[in-house]
């Protein structure tokens, strides 16, 4: 024990033999995973349960009746509930996808070292530090078909604009709440890859260069793949986030017109905490969660398989 | 300067400012509506020369009578999180970064996968059950639920920051004889201190910037900034520029906190994956 080896910070091994000492790091974990279990298993077996029966809050207090599946086949059947899936992929996969690619693209611009460049990139990242449900509202006014900005730089760029407002009409309100995350969530991309291209080795690129591989053949089969698990980790925490989204649909549209912008976090919303059907908005949490899991884990399993920890 | 190279220079400066139009001039057209006549909001074309007014600002902060004071709200609640987060996700973070494990890759993507869960998702039974327990409308339980997001989150950024402190530091204070709790607290706890700062700034913006949680437990007289804005927005007749004030109070902190931490910006947003 009176080594003077210098060892590794993960490899200081408990010296002493006790149970605290031999269940040391466990712990020091436990408080925090107790105090997250208590926070997530109520609300998961609450749901589980709830989902069974009839229970409106709006009807009574307490759970009225044992409905076996029923709730489960009203969420699936609903016509919104298909639409609001549907939906939400359509968003959180083109979501993820442009602001991966347009923040890859800013990134590499950034990287070009000019003075005042720094400026830019430390400027750029004002966007993500906004609360969603805020830029709901600062959008809600950019749109506005009465005198917003958005909707005058339309106008006199001579591009046609629906007479309902752009969040008013079907055919571009799921477009425009696209692009509010687009520009709320395209900058952390940016800054983020950005951040770990600086890390890649001069050396390496230098040598490609000697060997005449193009900038674009650097940045695939180079770049990329060095900075692959930051890139892995940022695009599943914003597809989940997309997907979970319900603030900026709540400020900017309420699902509307018709099921159009409707999306799973926003039907929760409503079913909970509008109609208070807390049977049925229970399954749908439920049917969420699976789907949720389901695609975490394909994309966990496929993307850290040969990750090192 | 060869063309080609002014060539690019000029082309990367475009570039630069053509981001910063697109996604810092929308922010500066809603600050301006804060301060604007509520009659030039919506004016077409858009007025871009006004006479500033704090009207609105005056309404948010000083008016008792209808209003909560949602950005002390927001303080209480943002500050409690993070003080109720530290002591749950510091050890945690010193076990994961110090100590060999059996299971530590899966224990480390259990927490990130708590921050994937729905949030939406637990809404209805907090409610339910915070209501059974008559905490509704208590900081106490918008701190608390809180925690779903504050500790996987510095748990993660944490271990980064410790990750880097020497190990010969406290090798030596080991072999001088000091307990591992000593040894966290006197030596390994300061030098991480800056670490500590900067995890709990960003917890502080997670609970700062959430609208969720306090949507369904707050009560009026707890209600924070996001969810001042959505009341002016429910109400009869949408108040534009009380919004506009609301929200500017509710955009400066987390803005403030980012430009000051830039140099740890990026690491907070990824957890800790790229050190940054």
């Known amino acids: 024990m009176h080594s003077t080896i210098i060892r590794s910070p993960r490899a200081l091994a408990p010296v002493r033999r006790g149970f605290v000492r031999r269940n040391l790091p466990y712990l020091l974990i436990a408080p925090s995973v107790i105090m997250l279990l208590a926070l997530i298993a109520y609300p998961l077996l609450f749901a589980l349960k709830s989902s069974f029966y009839f229970w409106n809050l709006q009807v009574g207090p307490e759970p009225m009746a044992f409905v076996g599946l029923d709730n489960y086949v009203q969420a699936i059947n609903a016509?919104?509930?298909?639409?609001?899936?549907?939906?939400?992929?359509?968003?959180?996969?083109?979501?993820?996808?442009?602001?991966?690619?347009?923040?890859?693209?800013?990134?590499?611009?950034?990287?070009?070292?000019?003075?005042?460049?720094?400026?830019?990139?430390?400027l750029l990242i004002l966007p993500t530090t906004i609360a969603p449900i805020v830029v709901g509202f600062l959008f809600r006014y950019l749109y506005d078909p009465g005198g917003g900005l958005l909707t005058w730089v339309l106008q006199s760029l001579w591009l046609p604009v629906p007479a309902e407002g752009i969040l008013g009409s079907p055919s571009t309100a799921l477009a425009a709440i696209l692009f509010v995350d687009i520009w709320q969530w395209t900058p952390f991309f940016a800054i983020v890859l950005y951040a770990s291209l600086l890390a890649v080795p001069d050396e390496i690129i230098e040598a490609a260069r000697l060997d005449r591989a193009s900038a674009w053949t650097i940045l695939m089969r180079i770049k990329l793949p060095l900075i692959r698990r930051t890139a892995i980790i940022i695009v599943m925490l914003r597809f989940m986030q997309i997907f979970n989204t319900f603030d900026t649909v709540l400020v900017l549209t309420r699902g509307g017109p018709g099921t159009t912008t409707r999306t799973l976090g926003y039907s929760l919303y409503e079913q909970g905490l509008v109609n208070f059907n807390v049977g049925l908005v229970s399954a749908m949490t439920w049917i969420t969660v699976l789907i949720v899991n389901v695609i975490v884990a394909l994309y966990v399993f496929f993307a850290f398989r040969n990750e090192e920890w | 300067m060869s063309n080609r190279t002014t060539f690019s220079t000029a082309l990367t400066y475009a570039a630069g400012l053509l981001f910063l139009a697109i996604f810092i001039g929308p922010i500066l057209w809603f600050l301006a509506l804060a301060i604007r006549p509520a009659e030039t909001a919506f004016t077409m074309p858009p007025q871009f020369t006004f006479e500033p007014t704090f009207d609105a600002f005056r309404h948010i902060l000083v008016d008792p009578g209808t209003n909560a004071p949602q950005l002390v709200n927001s303080l209480i609640v943002a500050i409690g999180a993070v003080l109720l987060n530290l002591p749950f996700s510091v050890p945690a973070a010193?076990?994961?970064?110090?100590?060999?494990?059996?299971?530590?890759?899966?224990?480390?993507?259990?927490?990130?996968?708590?921050?994937?869960?729905?949030?939406?998702?637990?809404?209805?039974?907090?409610?339910?059950?915070?209501?059974?327990?008559?905490?509704?409308?208590?900081?106490?339980?918008?701190?608390?639920?809180?925690?779903?997001?504050?500790?996987?989150?510095?748990?993660?950024?944490?271990?980064?920051?410790?990750?880097?402190?020497?190990?010969?530091?406290?090798?030596?204070?080991?072999?001088?004889?000091?307990?591992?709790?000593?040894?966290?607290?006197?030596?390994?706890?300061?030098?991480?201190?800056?670490?500590?700062?900067?995890?709990?700034?960003?917890?502080?913006?997670?609970?700062?910037?959430?609208?969720?949680?306090?949507?369904?437990?707050s009560s009026r007289s707890t209600a924070t900034l996001p969810i001042g804005t959505l009341g002016y927005f429910a109400t009869s007749g949408v108040t534009w520029n009380y919004i506009a004030a609301a929200a500017v109070l509710a955009m400066i902190p987390p803005m403030i906190i980012f430009l000051v931490f830039d140099r740890y910006v990026v690491r907070g947003l990824t957890f800790g994956s790229v050190k940054g």
């Open chain 2, 94 to 217: 010193y076990a994961l970064s110090r100590f060999k494990m059996r299971g530590k890759k899966n224990i480390m993507l259990w927490y990130l996968g708590l921050l994937m869960a729905p949030p939406i998702a637990f809404l209805i039974p907090y409610f339910v059950l915070i209501t059974r327990i008559g905490l509704q409308g208590s900081y106490f339980s918008m701190v608390l639920v809180l925690q779903t997001l504050t500790i996987p989150f510095s748990v993660w950024l944490m271990k980064s920051f410790i990750d880097e402190v020497p190990a010969e530091l406290e090798e030596a204070a080991r072999v001088d004889g000091a307990r591992w709790y000593m040894i966290m607290w006197r030596i390994t706890l300061p030098i991480v201190r800056p670490g500590i700062i900067v995890t709990s700034m960003f917890a502080f913006v997670f609970a700062w910037n959430n609208a969720a949680f306090p949507l369904v437990l």
């Open chain 1, 79 to 122: 016509f919104d509930f298909r639409a609001a899936l549907t939906n939400t992929l359509i968003l959180s996969v083109l979501g993820t996808a442009i602001e991966f690619g347009l923040g890859l693209a800013i990134a590499l611009v950034l990287l070009k070292t000019l003075p005042g460049m720094n400026v830019v990139r430390a």
